[in-house]
Each structure stands twice: as C-alpha cells, then as structure tokens.
C-alpha cells in the first residue's frame, strides 16, 4: 500500500485535526473537521485580531486554540447548528438509545409491547437498506429526505407492497425523526415534503357463517382455552393486545362484565364490556382454578402469573387456519368484525354495538352495517314529486 494511500485510510478515521496558529499576513486559527455529508475533512479558521504587543496577541492567539481544541475534543463541530450536536453520532447508535427508550416506556406502560415490536420491525428494514446502499456506517445527519424518499420508493416500487405498507413506513419515519429532532440529532424532519399516496378503502373480511362454526367447532374440540380467548374477541369485541392484558379481576361474572381498565384498553378509557350469556359458562370453566391476580391467558392460554404475548394469538390462528385450509383473507381481527356485523345484523342497536366495540363515534360502528340489512327510508319511498 502507497504511503498516500495509507494516509488516505488514517484521514477517513480521523473526525478533527487540532487547530494551531499560522503567523501570516493576516494571523489565523486553523483545524479540520469532518463534514457529515461525505466524510471529507474540512477547513475552519478563525482570525486573530491585531493586537499592539506581538506578546499579548500570542497569548491570546494561545487560548483561542486551547479552546478550541477542548471543543473539539468534546465532539463540537462548527458544520453543524446548535440544533444538531449530536449529528455525528452512527444512524445505529442513535437506533440502539431509541429502542432502549422505547423499552423503558412499555416497562412503564407508557406505550404497548406492539408499538415496540413494529418499531424495531421498521428500523431492522431501514438498517438493512443502509447496508444495501453501504451507508451502515454513515451519521445521523445524513438522514436526509433524498434517502427517505429513496428507500421509499424501494419499499414501494421495487418490494411491491401496498400503499398502505409503505404510508406505515413514512409515519414511523416521521415518528422517529421527530425524536432525533428533540435530542439534537438532526434539526429537520426528513420526511416534511414527503406526502402519502391513496390508499385502498380497507374492505372488511367477514367470516361468513358456515366457516365460524367450522373454526369454533374445531377450536373447541382442539383448543379449548385459545377457544375461550377467540370467543372474547367474537362477542366482546377486545382486542388482541387488551385481550392478554386482562386480570381475572377485570372479569366480573356475577354482573356480566368484563371492565376494560384504562391501562388496558387501547383509547386508554376505562369501560365495561357486556359478556353474553352463551359465554358466561365458557369462561366459568377457564377460570375455576385462577387466582385474582392472575392474567386471564398465560402460558398455553390457560390462566398463570406470566403475561400472554399478542403475537402468539396471531401465529396461533395461522395454524389453525393453515389445518381448516382458509383463505388468508380471514385474520384473527376477522372475528371482532364478524362479531360488530353479526350483532347488527340481529338487531342489536347500533348504539349498544358502539359501546360493546369502544368506537368513539356510532360513524364508526355504522361501517361493519351488512349490504341486507339496510332498508329505504319509508318518508322518501312514498314521496310523489
């Protein structure tokens, strides 16, 4: 290897070069630094003022060194804004504090254990782009919107994944950036230009009559306690990650109900939910050895001391649907759905429908309303006009 070359290798890992004073016509501070954008190192200098006494101007020339050389070694560089001090820490280290954080806020119930989950599923795909393009090594203030866009435009056009996937990817982003901005990492969101693209109105897969019972059937002859957990989701509309959240407290049998506390439920609203009566002897059997303090589901879904995690509900119904032979289409969500459509279609008010499911508005319960069930308004049908 050429000496220049060598040279070239030591530069690369070289974030400063000390300033010193050279004594010209005009008296000058000069060092180096490295420029985020493409790693080369770049000039900075600052001027000495004349001073009468060449003496006292070397004194002073002295400590505008000394303190600049101190702010360098303390990771100070004059190419970033005081909004970015932290722009040259590695994309993966700033990653790695974000995660760690994200872990302190489930522990404390700040955020849910899925936010977490998805979090480090979106970052694993950005890092492994950044390998992709050889940038794993590059600084944070090289998060830029050309990157941004660039990888989404990967995730979109050359992944082939729906509208709706890559709008997931761009609000994380937007997420994630705006706590880079908080901690001084980067002072502008990359993703601000960056618009969503239409998605497809998300058509509901109802499970159709026919196939429920099929599943329930099996689920009861196979599964019993996953089949206690499904039928909450079919008739008390809980969902996933409430579900595993649940106490044996939570679950008020001798008034029918099961109190959704705000900790648990996912508006973070404190509500009860109504258990009909064809469930009550299902969860009387699932419960008759738990302790209060126990969680609903544990370990094999039975009730014990160790909360359920929400992927196992997921991966457990891919199983059950890879034996009956369904269509992907008929996601464990399918059954809270089934169940909304199900009760509207027997008549079960609207309004009682909304409180059963926590929607916050009777819009949103309205949109699980079945095509047969709607009717002309009798006023309108007579009108002679």
Partial sequence: ???????????????????????NKTWKIVYYVKCPIDSKLKRKQNRVRPLKSITERRKLARKMVLEVNRKLERGWNPLLNESEIRGFVKFSDAVRLFLERTKKEVKNQDKRVDTLRSYKSFLNNITNYLEDIKEQEMFVIKFKDDLVRDFLDVVYYDRDNSARTRNNYLNFIKTFSDWLIRHKYISQNPT????????????????????????????????????V???????????????????????????????????VSKNKKS??????????????????????GDFVFSED???????????????????????????????????????????LKVGVPTIAVRDQARHHSIIQTEAYTPKEILKANIDIKSVKI
């Fill in 192 to 227: 601000t230009r960056i618009e969503l693209i239409p998605e497809k109105t998300k058509e509901r897969e109802i499970i159709p009559d026919g196939t429920l019972s099929e599943i329930f059937s099996y689920l009861q002859k196979e599964k019993a306690n996953y089949f």
């Fill in 1 to 23: 290897m050429s000496t220049t070359q060598k040279l070239r290798n030591v530069i690369s890992l070289v974030d400063f070069v000390p300033a010193e004073l050279r004594e």
């Fill in 229 to 263: 957990l499904c039928l909450i989701g079919y008739y008390c509309l809980v969902r996933r990650t409430e579900i595993t959240k649940l106490k044996v407290s939570d679950i008020i049998l001798k008034n029918g109900v099961i109190y959704v506390n705000k900790n």
């Fill in 271 to 292: 509500m009860p939910v109504t258990i009909p009566d064809v469930l009550i002897p299902f969860l009387v059997e699932h419960l008759k050895k738990a302790q209060m």
């Fill in 301 to 343: 879904y039975l009730p014990g001391a160790v909360q359920l995690a929400p992927k196992k509900i997921s991966d457990e119904w891919v199983k059950v649907r890879s034996v009956l032979k369904l269509p992907k289409k008929y996601q464990w969500y399918s059954l809270k759905d089934t169940g909304i459509t199900n009760m």
